[in-house]
């Protein structure tokens, strides 16, 4: 939960999810510059791994924190975009100005 206040947007992913990689650059698409920790590549990726299954996160990744708090995975994030709610959510969390 630290790591996931460090930024108004944090995303977890891992290189090899396609996915977090489409949500990383729908949430650019906004204009949004979030703060990227890549599970397998990071010192401490398993035990941030198993933190995040521990919240809820199921699968791990991609976990999405805005705003401080814990948004939760893809489906979260394009449900909240269809819906044309993410860009509010983002507006209020300041990681982009409109």
Not at 10 to 17: A, D, E, Y
Not at 41 to 68: D, W, Y
Request: proline letters at 4%.
């Amino acid at each position: 939960m630290k790591l996931g206040a460090t930024s108004a947007v944090v995303v977890f992913t891992k290189n090899s999810c396609c996915i977090s990689h489409s949500i990383e650059t729908l949430i650019r698409s906004f204009g949004a510059n979030p703060t990227i920790y890549e599970l397998d590549t990071h010192p401490n990726g398993r035990k941030m791994e198993k933190a995040l299954m521990e919240l809820g996160c199921q699968p791990s990744v991609p976990a999405i924190f805005i705003g401080k708090e814990l948004v939760g995975g893809a489906n979260e994030i394009m449900s909240l975009n269809v819906r044309g709610k993410l860009k509010q959510l983002l507006i209020r969390a300041n990681a982009i100005w409109v």
